[in-house]
């Protein structure tokens, strides 16, 4: 009799552990989206003064990529192309008069697109969108209507809904005394308004706090978060235990505590037993808005900034983990946001529909350590212009505006201009006349691209009748 009972214990045992390997199968997935982060402002990346312990481990630990880009060069086109694979332009996300969606925007995020939580969720994955939205406030635009089961943010930049009496330009003055109530921007959860104006000094601990219960809370199903950060984008705050902290300023003590936020999620998947099979993923959704001055990141080596498409504007950390899955390297094939869609789906072992049309590429053979790369080539957008285009090592621009991204003034370059990237990241050496061929080669790829190209609806310029 005991036997009998030993024996079926071991079979029950055995049941619940093949059952819960069964479901624990496929990979969980976090992206961390921060706000206005730049190339230069991580300790792995480069920077002499703000400290980012965790996120250097994560470097180390996993994969860092040096030659990664974001689709756009601002906040709306940026997060459309992350989410869906697709380069603004295609969905009627870029424009050329309102770069992003702003309160009084009617339009946002095309109902018809496909986004990763919705992929993902044809796979049965728990999802969550928790921080700055920025691609439609009013349905069907939110993220429950973009297959989020769950929402925590701010619907837009945290520099809007601001206090009229306060000038815009007073933000550029470091001196100048900002708090948080002088933005009426609203926290919402799911559908629900619970706190207008949102506590901004405490918005990044409170997004771990409800990152962190999310993933406590699905331990058990695969889950896909995506934790995008109001920070470091202007106003910048931070809690009270990270105010002059950094040797970096006001600008670092934020960066810091964006690098605390990461290790709490990292913990607390290593304490659930959730580390070996989780793809962690940090990257940025511009380049540093650099009109801030100190109150602004860096590009580190290369040129340009947030508003721009030169590199500084569209070339961004990218940091990938998962100790399972993952040999760590330090990888400078070509990558870009725009190849998360496919990359998430493949490594979740769905396979696309020939219906879903996107510009990226399924990447996980190259984090699988794989030579060959699928992507060789980056169209830069700003708003409906092609700005420039790349090829292998190479980069030729079709425009010009100041490095800054400030005042926002496009130029058709009178010659066009040839970079090496490889050899010269802060495009200093214009090689047009010694490398014609390149340039030709290039024009070839960009004119059959945008053939390809399809006039539709605008969804950016839009507002609210009153």
């Known amino acids: 009799m005991k036997k009998t009972a030993f024996f079926i214990s071991i079979l029950f045992l055995t049941f619940n552990t093949i059952h819960s390997q069964k479901k624990n199968s496929k990979p969980n997935f976090i992206i961390i989206f921060t706000d206005d982060l730049g190339y230069g402002d991580l300790g792995t990346y480069g920077n002499p003064s703000i400290l980012t312990p965790n996120l250097d481990k994560l470097a180390s630990e996993g994969q860092k990529w040096t030659n990664f880009y974001v689709a756009a060069n601002v906040c709306t086109p940026s997060r459309a192309a992350l989410l869906t694979g697709r380069l603004p332009v295609r969905i009627g996300m870029e424009s050329d008069t309102r770069r992003v969606l702003f309160p009084n925007s009617a339009g946002g995020l095309p109902e018809s697109e496909t986004t990763i939580a919705e992929l993902l969720k044809s796979a049965s994955y728990q999802t969550a969108a928790i921080g700055k939205w920025h691609l439609g406030h009013l349905e069907p635009h939110t993220p429950l209507n973009n297959g989020f089961d769950y929402y925590y943010g701010i619907p837009y930049s945290n520099d809007m809904d601001r206090d009229e009496k306060i000038p815009y330009l007073k933000l550029l003055d470091p001196d100048y005394k900002i708090e948080s109530k002088d933005f009426n921007v609203p926290l919402i959860r799911n559908r629900e308004i619970i706190e207008r104006p949102a506590d901004q000094t405490t918005i990044t601990k409170r997004y771990t706090e409800e990152s962190v219960a999310f993933i406590k809370k699905n331990k058990d199903k695969p889950f896909f978060l995506y934790l995008a950060h109001s920070m470091p984008h202007i106003p910048l705050f931070s809690s009270k235990d990270f105010v002059g902290k950094s040797k970096g300023g006001k600008y670092g003590d934020v960066i810091e505590e964006l690098d605390w936020s990461v290790g709490q999620i990292i913990k607390t998947l290593k304490e659930q037993k959730l580390d070996e099979n989780t793809y962690v993923i940090f990257t940025s959704d511009n380049g540093p808005w650099k009109i801030f001055k100190e109150q602004g990141g860096s590009s580190g080596t290369l040129y340009g900034a947030k508003g721009t498409s030169y590199e500084g504007g569209t070339r961004v950390p990218f940091i990938i983990w998962s100790p ?26 769905i396979k696309l529909s020939e219906n879903l049309k996107t510009d990226g590429y399924d990447l996980s053979p190259v984090l699988k350590g794989q030579t060959s790369n699928p992507r060789n080539e ?59 061929d390149v340039a030709a080669q290039i024009q070839e790829v960009v004119s059959k691209h945008l053939a390809t190209v399809v006039p539709v609806k605008n969804n950016l310029d839009d507002v609210v009748k009153k």
Do not use: C, W
């Open 324 to 349: 399972k899955n993952l040999k760590p390297k330090v990888e400078t094939k070509i990558g870009s946001t725009l190849d998360l869609l496919p990359t998430l789906g493949s490594l979740a072992g």
């Open 378 to 436: 980056m169209f830069f957008y700003h708003g409906t212009k092609l700005f420039a285009a790349r090829l292998g090592d190479y980069k030729l621009y079709y425009y010009k505006n100041d490095p800054s991204g400030y005042p926002e003034k496009l130029e058709k370059l009178e010659k066009l201009q040839l970079f090496n990237l490889a050899i010269d990241p802060s495009e200093t050496n214009n090689i047009i006349d010694k490398k014609p």
